[in-house]
């Protein structure tokens, strides 16, 4: 194996893929889908009828317990009274948050040791790798389980513990594309003109990088909020907080599977499928992301 | 492979082993309130706790209660778990293999599919057939497997009444031995839906993986050849191209089954199967610390075994690999 991830065009840099992937028919269903999701984020107050942590009461008094879906409720109630509507709004809420939060730091994280690992070898290098040997040997959820036990129940925890775990997939991939990029002539020239090694690595590798970073970041968003409504459905995360996750896992204890309540758990699933499938229609085409300890 | 490239690969899978172990050590010593919380009745006199704090060794500093763990360990004995009043390494023992069952059935059934779906695909390049079934592909990698799991039951169990709602066996169903439980119609019965469940979200990795490689494969010079001796198309991609699209399914076979022992957590939880994910969500929220710790180190090592064997695989099936 050559071991390195080859882009079709690695140095046209950032503008010339992008250019190439805006006309993509996945690409555009998948950035739809995101932007569909961003308004409905920002504007969540304004679309949802209730605030999702309201119980609701009937105009004679009694909850609004377990309706079925009408005009004032467009998705029903939940057993204890809850709009499910509203809660699946500001769900798309803290998905996004949740899911671009841990993308970023998983992507960032990862760049800059891959470029570290890749660019200066040696001993930094194994460092590097032998520490991301280890966080992949940790099984995923189970360690997100734990560390957010540990950390205490809190969105920016779950956050933090699936970030510390996803980081080294995107290191490897980044390594081992700058380790071809770092024998090409032009840095060869570079250095050859007194660059220093700072100034090679982000001003003549980084940019080139750039794009294989962003398509990773897009797959990740899926997996840290499939990570996190794993982990909400667990009931290991902030009981304040209305996510999709937690619809779920209430929809699940209130016996409204056995009472066929699919309008309260079918939709939330629906989203989280939209939302995750969005990322990788983004990033299609390029499945050595997807799967990278095979490749490396 | 050469024996010292094994050798090295080896190590850094006991490297990885003792740094999860001592990790997790240091978690568990540092989680909030006395590790014997849960154990200590409240009925207990303060001698008898000292008496107990000493049985433990939790008394003694740091470094050697680190030392008597690993020498623990070493021996198989992980301890005593606090809601079951046994020790640990027994209650995992009846749940590995549930566990394991669940996770090779259906990896079994979701390799077998993935592996002749992908290179239908393949085959079927530029088709409507392509188009309509990839997006279907993708979303089933995008699902949530707890989400999928309540979906079924929802519907197969509570609606249909077709199968059970949860556990591995009926309620006081009883069995001879502990084989004649995993062959019994009822278990089977039980099994079908969790496995389902996990199948279902499975196969979209053999499948994409495959139908690449087949594509990858199809271009190259010896299928050419095959095709200008006049071979029919079928014969190519059974007995030449699939051989060699097959390395990387096999090596994301041994991945996965590192990774779904962990990854069953919610499959577990949402079908109350009595595995190991589930008795370390039990701890964990119950804080048994030996019991979660056990579960933990058992799962784990499960993962990083299987990702040695996987690079063990791929450098014996594939020649240019470890002969650098």
Redesign the interface.
């Known amino acids: 194996?050559s071991g390195a991830v080859v882009l079709a065009t690695p140095i046209g840099g950032t503008r010339s893929l992008l250019a190439r992937q805006v006309r993509d028919p996945w690409f555009i269903t998948g950035a739809s889908i995101y932007l569909a999701f961003l308004l409905i984020a920002l504007f969540a107050d304004v679309i949802a009828p209730n605030p999702p942590k309201d119980i609701l009461f009937l105009a004679d008094g009694r909850l609004a317990a377990a309706l079925h879906p009408s005009a004032e409720f467009p998705l029903g109630t939940t057993t204890s009274g809850g709009d499910i509507f509203s809660q699946l709004i500001h769900g798309a809420r803290s998905a996004l948050l949740v899911g671009t939060s841990a993308a970023v730091v998983v992507v960032s994280v990862g760049t800059l040791m891959g470029l570290f690992a890749g660019y200066f070898g040696g001993w930094i290098d194994a460092v590097l790798m032998?520490v991301a040997?280890?966080a992949?040997?940790?099984?995923?959820?189970?360690?997100v389980?734990?560390l957010a036990?540990?950390l205490g129940p809190n969105t920016w925890n779950v956050v933090l513990a699936i970030s510390a775990l996803l980081w080294p997939n995107s290191a490897r991939i980044i390594r081992s594309q700058v380790m071809s990029l770092r024998e090409r002539a032009y840095i060869e020239a570079a250095r050859a003109a007194g660059s220093s090694h700072l100034s090679i690595l982000f001003r003549h590798i980084a940019p080139n990088i750039l794009p294989l970073a962003f398509l990773f970041g897009s797959i990740a968003v899926?997996w840290a909020i499939?990570t996190e409504?794993?982990v909400s459905?667990?009931?290991?995360a902030d009981p304040d907080a209305t996510t999709w996750?937690f619809m779920?896992q209430d929809?699940?204890v209130s016996q409204?599977?056995?009472r066929?309540l699919?309008n309260w758990?079918?939709p939330?699933?629906i989203c989280?499928?939209l939302l995750?499938?969005a990322g990788?229609?983004i990033s299609?085409g390029y499945?050595q992301l997807?799967?990278p300890?095979?490749r490396d | 492979m050469t024996g010292r490239a094994l050798l090295l690969r080896l190590g850094?899978m006991v490297?990885?082993?003792w740094?999860?172990t001592t990790l997790l050590f240091f978690?568990f010593r540092?989680?909030p309130g006395s590790p014997l919380a849960a154990y200590i009745d409240t009925s207990m006199t303060p001698e008898q706790q000292t008496i107990l704090l000493h049985q433990f060794g939790l008394d003694r500093p740091l470094y050697q209660q680190y030392g008597l763990y690993l020498f623990n360990l070493a021996q198989g004995s992980l301890g005593f778990s606090f809601i079951y009043k046994t020790p640990v390494g027994s209650v995992l023992l009846t749940a590995l293999p549930n566990t394991l069952l669940l996770t090779l059935s259906s990896l079994l059934v979701a390799y077998a599919f993935g592996i002749l779906a992908g290179a239908f695909l393949a085959a079927r390049r530029g088709t409507w057939i392509e188009a309509v079934s990839l997006?279907f592909v993708?979303?089933s990698?995008?699902?949530?497997?707890?989400?999928?799991g309540?979906?079924l039951?929802?519907i197969l169990s509570?609606?249909f009444g077709w199968f059970p709602?949860g556990g591995a066996t009926s309620p006081g169903a009883s069995f001879p031995n502990e084989w004649a439980r995993f062959t019994s119609l009822d278990y089977l019965h039980h099994l079908v839906l969790p496995a389902l469940t996990l199948a279902i979200f499975l196969q979209g990795?053999p499948l994409?993986?495959m139908r690449?490689n087949m594509l990858e494969v199809m271009q190259e010079e010896f299928v050419v050849m095959s095709r200008m001796k006049g071979l029919s198309e079928w014969s190519i991609i059974i007995r030449h191209a699939a051989r060699n699209a097959l390395l990387?399914v096999a090596?994301?076979l041994a991945?996965g089954i590192g990774?779904s022992?962990?990854?069953n957590?919610?499959v577990e939880?949402?079908f109350s199967w009595p595995g190991l994910?589930r008795r370390?969500?039990e701890a964990?929220?119950a804080s048994d610390y030996p019991l979660?710790q056990g579960?933990?180190l058992m799962?784990?090592t499960a993962?990083?075994v299987m990702?040695c064997v996987?690079d063990l695989v791929y450098a014996t099936l594939?020649p240019?690999?470890g002969r650098r």
């Open positions: 194996m032998r040997d280890i992949l040997g940790l099984p995923l959820l189970p360690s389980i734990v036990a540990f899926g499939l409504a794993s459905f667990l009931g290991f996750g779920l929809a699940y409204a599977l056995s066929g699919f758990f079918v939330p699933g989280i499928i995750v499938s990788f229609f299609r499945e997807l799967f300890r095979l | 850094q490297f990885v082993l740094v999860v978690l540092m989680m997006p993708l979303a990698r995008a699902l949530p497997e707890f989400w999928l309540m979906v039951l929802a509570f609606s709602a990795l994409l993986l690449s990387p090596t994301a991945l990774s022992i962990g990854g957590v919610v939880s949402v994910g370390l969500v964990v929220s979660a579960a933990f799962i784990a993962q990083v990702n996987a594939d240019r690999v």
